[in-house]
């Protein structure tokens, strides 16, 4: 079967002609698919034959709300949604003085095995299709009656490990036959699959791009990252500074603050000469409270010195507001409660 809506205008228009039929007819259905219709028969001035088809040899990707919870602090709304296959992901919608942001999952799970992530503890099952990215956008505007302005690839999952996926669905969601949400309007989040940030930075796009880095050195970085044993930070900065040069974008770097683990003040030190001169930000995190691991966010006092270290070296740093810390907002708690039948 077909996955339709991952189709742009041009492709559907080509494969329905391919099949026998008219090529305006891939128009017609692909309005109805941004729509957000669920059913073939749904689409009222689709000929009965050409509905039978598409029901015959393709499929329309749904993001089923089987979970909301709204934050009662700052009106922060998390889902866990259901696809088509029975597979479940995580987005959470936040309210922002410039409008609607929505941060939507990649993958079924994760590959990567962050040590701080909540995603990366319950496993991997697959990545998703442009489709499902899509949906998880349009369920909730459905819902909250709401139109959404920005777009974070930022949750469950590595988005560079569904590099092609993931750039069909960039050219989707910005496209002026779709969502019509513009790349500058876009981050998306990697924690740096190295050869993959080279073939972005070529794509030469509008997006953001944030770069998880989370320590300064490759010591921390390979504990609590895998990922640094295969690409370290000297190819990551690398990579980076390629990226900016290409596409004169500034990229953001995380950076979760751990009590004791990278937040003394010579990890800041090592920081700032890492960063020194890059095209860059620095959104620090305190990092969440995940159960199977003993890290402990820094308290506030040192996130502010670390923060001032690095604006004294140069690098512009902000500790990252936190929103829906009731609902548990940051991806991979909500699913991993469910799995466990606790929701």
């Given at each position: 079967?077909?996955?339709?809506?991952?189709?742009?205008?041009?492709?559907?228009?080509?494969?329905?002609?391919?099949?026998?039929?008219?090529?305006?007819?891939?128009?017609?259905?692909?309005?109805?698919?941004?729509?957000?219709?669920?059913?073939?028969?749904?689409?009222?001035?689709?000929?009965?034959?050409?509905?039978?088809?598409?029901?015959?040899?393709?499929?329309?990707?749904?993001?089923?709300?089987?979970?909301?919870?709204?934050?009662?602090?700052?009106?922060?709304?998390k889902y866990l949604f259901k696809f088509n296959d029975g597979?479940?992901?995580?987005?959470?919608?936040?309210?922002?003085?410039?409008?609607?942001?929505?941060?939507?999952?990649?993958?079924?799970?994760?590959?990567?095995?962050?040590?701080?992530?909540?995603?990366?503890?319950?496993?991997?099952?697959?990545?998703?299709?442009?489709?499902?990215?899509?949906?998880?956008?349009?369920?909730?505007?459905?819902?909250?009656?709401?139109?959404?302005?920005?777009?974070?690839?930022?949750?469950?999952?590595?988005?560079?490990?569904?590099?092609?996926?993931?750039?069909?669905?960039?050219?989707?969601?910005?496209?002026?036959?779709?969502?019509?949400?513009?790349?500058?309007?876009?981050?998306?989040?990697?924690?740096?699959?190295?050869?993959?940030?080279?073939?972005?930075?070529?794509?030469?796009?509008?997006?953001?791009?944030?770069?998880?880095?989370?320590?300064?050195?490759?010591?921390?970085?390979?504990?609590?990252?895998?990922?640094?044993?295969?690409?370290?930070?000297?190819?990551?900065?690398?990579?980076?500074?390629?990226?900016?040069?290409?596409?004169?974008?500034?990229?953001?770097?995380?950076?979760?603050?751990?009590?004791?683990?990278?937040?003394?003040?010579?990890?800041?030190?090592?920081l700032s000469n890492l960063l020194f001169g890059m095209l860059?930000?620095?959104?620090?995190?305190?990092?969440?409270?995940?159960?199977?691991?003993?890290?402990?966010?820094?308290?506030?006092?040192?996130?502010?010195?670390?923060?001032?270290?690095?604006?004294?070296?140069?690098?512009?740093?902000?500790?990252?507001?936190?929103?829906?810390?009731?609902?548990?907002?940051?991806?991979?708690?909500?699913?991993?409660?469910?799995?466990?039948?606790?929701?």
């Open positions: 079967m077909t996955d339709i809506k991952s189709f742009d205008i041009n492709s559907l228009s080509e494969y329905l002609v391919e099949n026998g039929f008219e090529k305006f007819r891939g128009k017609q259905v692909y309005s109805w698919l941004v729509k957000g219709v669920t059913s073939f028969d749904q689409m009222s001035n689709i000929p009965q034959k050409l509905r039978e088809f598409l029901e015959s040899n393709t499929y329309i990707s749904f993001a089923e709300i089987k979970r909301k919870q709204i934050s009662k602090i700052d009106g922060t709304v597979e479940y992901v995580e987005s959470v919608v936040m309210n922002y003085h410039h409008g609607y942001s929505i941060c939507i999952s990649s993958q079924v799970g994760c590959k990567m095995g962050c040590t701080f992530c909540a995603t990366g503890k319950s496993g991997f099952s697959r990545s998703l299709t442009p489709s499902e990215m899509l949906c998880q956008i349009e369920s909730a505007q459905k819902d909250l009656g709401i139109r959404i302005s920005n777009v974070v690839i930022m949750g469950m999952g590595e988005p560079l490990d569904n590099y092609d996926n993931v750039l069909k669905f960039l050219h989707l969601v910005s496209s002026s036959d779709n969502l019509n949400i513009g790349m500058r309007h876009i981050t998306l989040s990697t924690c740096g699959i190295v050869p993959r940030i080279y073939d972005l930075a070529d794509e030469n796009l509008q997006i953001t791009l944030s770069v998880s880095l989370h320590a300064s050195n490759d010591a921390i970085r390979s504990k609590t990252m895998p990922i640094n044993r295969k690409y370290s930070i000297e190819e990551l900065i690398k990579a980076c500074k390629y990226y900016i040069n290409i596409t004169n974008r500034r990229i953001s770097f995380e950076y979760a603050m751990i009590s004791g683990v990278n937040d003394r003040d010579k990890d800041a030190e090592e860059c930000h620095v959104n620090l995190i305190p990092v969440n409270n995940v159960n199977g691991n003993n890290f402990r966010k820094s308290d506030i006092k040192r996130q502010k010195a670390f923060c001032d270290i690095l604006a004294n070296k140069g690098i512009t740093a902000t500790v990252r507001r936190t929103l829906g810390s009731d609902i548990d907002a940051s991806c991979g708690q909500l699913k991993r409660n469910f799995d466990k039948g606790g929701v």
